[in-house]
């Protein structure tokens, strides 16, 4: 990477600004700066004080990023190609070219309401501003479009710049005349012509030109040059680097400008594509982000291209780290759009079938990126994932693995990669156990730590009951996601909170997933506060069907009777038992810590089931 550093005028790099010869590149935010911000960089400009480098991107090299001009600047130089893109100084420029350069009034905000537009002209009290008693804050004028100050609700004019003579009367000297040597002169004439060439006045142009328009016009501004040699993901860490006082940008904005510089609208292109997820009869799309879609992309073709055979005999490994995101073009793009978009889609109805029924209960929306890049590859190549249950059983028991092994908390880049690597390998033999599943570990005590929806094990547990569609306790009838949403089905305490709190049992049992399964409202109203053998008798009731109510509660991993008998410290155990084997189940993983001390101190008992088979263990426990 090669950088030079050099000053140029203020003036001059204003100039390139009005020209199109320095613009921002598309991803660039809007500019967002207050009232009180911009005068204060009117203080330092003119009192030649220094305000930090800017730093551009020299145009022509690998990255190619759209670009687009400053606010402010004449819609006629749009096509023009400019020399260098900002990548750090965009709201000072902008600023500065609207307060110094601009004919139009500066669109800004109030420093205490940034979401109200407001729009100011700026001017110089000369007098203040050549008072060296005088703070130069206070020599500012902010002024609004129609360029009077009022006071008393508006009945007292207090300063009326309305005119070139109201500027001359009440000395006031516009900004924006600052970098126009031609208006800059006529204004100072007619200035002089206002007071009959006065020698006082004369003095003062005089002065004002020597101490403050001389001061500004000489303003230089220390320019860091990022040279056209430098590759695409140096910049971006660049940007990110000198941005970390503004907005953070995403991947997703950085290579919507790279591709619209390939004649790709990223934006418009994504924007078609959640309207094809918004159209399925489900929300667990929504969790999928535009940042999301293109990883997932580089994904797959990053794990295309490693299997193609190279002639130099080297392997290239599989990547969708961020600076591989950001090489991401436009044959690419369009060569996959449709089948990624596919194969979300897929990914969400797998997800469905595991018992995730909505966004909100999504463990990891992350995991969606090696899910639907293993999908999308597998659509194109293989299409086992609709033709063989035994390739389908280990995507299964790769995903619960991730969900309960809870292993996409963090950085995840590396872990996709080797997921899609290590699922198909292990596709063909039984023995590649993919990293993933040969990491995931549940331990038996973590039941009682998962205590809200904040943890992808806690929504696991609670999607592994949805899983085998229990029946609801008050109506029977079985939860799916058909009757999901309608229903408002939802998570709730078995041994309701209310009741519990009462009878001073301990939280830390009460409120954990070990306590807590998926019901509808009606239900949820039906039990209310009470002991369960109490809305036990009331669901009875309600329902004119004792046995139906006994079977739908058991569908829920709950043993009845003791759930009826008020015997909290056994319903817990036994349920927690159940919830471990179902944990087993679905990871083919044993359960660390059934029977440790930990567990038995926890519980008060070992957690072994000597009534369930030990999950069919290989060799990733070892």
């Known amino acids: 990477m090669a950088v030079q550093s050099y000053d140029r005028d203020l003036k001059d790099l204003l100039a390139q600004v009005c020209k199109g010869e320095l613009q921002l590149p598309e991803f660039q935010r809007s500019w967002v700066w207050d009232d009180g911000k911009i005068c204060k960089l009117i203080e330092s400009i003119t009192m030649g004080f220094p305000m930090g480098a800017v730093m551009f991107l020299e145009t022509g090299g690998e990255v190619n990023y759209k670009p687009r001009l400053f606010t402010g600047v004449d819609e006629q130089y749009k096509n023009v190609a400019p020399e260098y893109l900002v990548l750090d100084g965009q709201q000072r420029l902008t600023t500065l070219f609207q307060v110094f350069m601009g004919k139009n009034a500066v669109e800004t905000c109030f420093e205490k309401n940034k979401n109200t537009t407001i729009y100011r ?37 207090d300063l009326d710049l309305r005119t070139r003579e109201d500027e001359y009367k009440n000395l006031m000297f516009p900004l924006n005349l600052m970098f126009s040597s031609n ?105 999928v982000s535009g940042t999301d879609f293109i990883t997932a992309m580089t994904l797959w073709d990053s794990y295309e291209q490693s299997l193609i055979p190279r002639t130099d005999g080297k392997a290239i490994g599989v990547k969708c780290k961020k600076k591989d995101v950001m090489n991401l073009r436009r044959a690419v793009f369009v060569a996959k759009q449709e089948g990624l978009t596919d194969a979300f889609m897929e990914a969400a109805r797998f997800l469905i079938g595991q018992g995730i029924f909505s966004a909100a209960n999504l463990p990891y929306n992350t995991q969606y990126i090696p899910l639907a890049a293993i999908y999308a590859y597998d659509n194109r190549h293989r299409r086992l994932l609709h033709n063989c249950q035994m390739v389908i059983n280990k995507l299964s028991r790769w995903y619960w693995c991730g969900v309960l092994g809870e292993l996409y908390g963090a950085a995840n880049e590396t872990r996709y990669a080797s997921d899609i690597r290590d699922f198909f390998a292990w ?107 109490e809305y036990i008798q009331k669901l009875f009731r309600k329902n004119n069907d004792t046995d139906s109510v006994v079977k739908a509660i058991g569908t829920h991993k709950i043993d009845f009777d003791l759930l009826n008998a008020d015997k909290f410290d056994e319903f817990i155990n036994d349920r927690a038992m159940k919830l471990l084997d179902s944990i087993e189940q679905a990871t083919g993983k044993s359960v660390a ?15 072994t089931n000597p009534q369930t088979s030990p999950a069919n263990d290989t060799d990733e426990n070892n």
């Open 427 to 533: 596709v063909e033999d039984d023995s590649a156990i993919p990293d993933t599943v040969a990491r995931s570990n549940f331990q038996a005590t973590r039941l009682l730590s998962l205590q809200t929806r904040n943890s992808a094990a806690y929504k696991g547990i609670m999607a592994l009951i949805l899983q085998d569609e229990p029946l609801d306790f008050a109506t029977t009838e079985k939860m799916s996601i058909a009757t999901y949403t309608n229903d408002s089905i939802d998570i709730h305490h078995i041994f309701p909170a209310n009741h519990c709190e009462k009878a001073g049992l301990p939280s830390k049992k009460w409120n954990s997933v070990v306590n807590k399964t998926m019901i509808s409202a009606t239900t949820n109203r039906t039990i209310g506060g009470v002991a369960p053998s």
């Open 593 to 607: 810590g059934r029977d440790s001390q930990e567990t038995i101190e926890a519980y008060g008992q070992s957690l």
């Open 121 to 157: 002209y700026y001017y110089l009290d000369i007098k203040k501003a050549l008072n060296e008693t005088e703070d130069r804050e206070e020599a500012i004028i902010s002024i609004s479009d129609k360029k009077i100050k009022t006071s008393d609700i508006g009945k007292v004019i």
């Open 183 to 287: 208006d800059y002169r006529n204004w100072e004439r007619g200035l002089s012509r206002y007071y009959d060439n006065s020698p006082e006045i004369t003095d003062l142009i005089d002065a004002f030109y020597d101490k403050i328009v001389n001061v500004v016009n000489s303003y230089k501004l220390p320019v860091i040059t990022v040279l056209k040699s430098t590759s695409q993901s140096s910049v971006c860490q660049i940007f990110e680097n000198v941005n970390r006082g503004g907005v953070p940008l995403n991947v997703f904005e950085l290579v919507t400008a790279s591709l619209a510089a390939e004649g790709v609208e990223l934006r418009q292109e994504w924007n078609k594509i959640r309207a094809v997820f918004t159209s399925q009869n489900h929300d667990l799309l929504n969790e």
